[in-house]
């Protein structure tokens, strides 16, 4: 599970950085041609949903201890 969790983060990354690329006006994804940028939009789009369902289980912040989460200052 660590790899599909590695490959599907890497894919939303992917898509964010696209995102904030477009808004300088330059789709990198859309570059690639209209086949391979529809799989890639998939992709990342599926990655997306998967991350979510499955983020609690994975980051190390959200378990039910608090995990290594910094305490907010003057709880030190």
Same mark, same amino acid.
């Given at each position: 599970?660590?790899?599909?969790?590695?490959? $599907?983060?890497?894919?939303?990354?992917?898509?964010?950085?696209?995102? /904030?690329?477009?808004?300088?006006? *330059?789709?990198?994804?859309?570059?690639?041609?209209? $086949?391979?940028?529809?799989?890639?939009?998939? *992709?990342? /789009?599926?990655?997306?949903?998967?991350?979510?369902?499955?983020?609690?289980?994975?980051?190390?912040?959200?378990?039910?201890?608090? /995990?290594?989460?910094?305490?907010?200052?003057?709880?030190?």
């Amino acid at each position: 599970m660590k790899g599909l969790h590695m490959v $599907t983060w890497i894919l939303v990354i992917i898509g964010g950085l696209n995102w /904030g690329l477009t808004a300088f006006g *330059l789709n990198v994804v859309d570059m690639l041609g209209m $086949t391979i940028s529809k799989i890639i939009y998939i *992709l990342v /789009g599926l990655s997306a949903i998967y991350e979510i369902v499955t983020h609690k289980a994975n980051c190390k912040c959200c378990d039910a201890k608090g /995990g290594d989460m910094p305490k907010p200052m003057g709880q030190m």
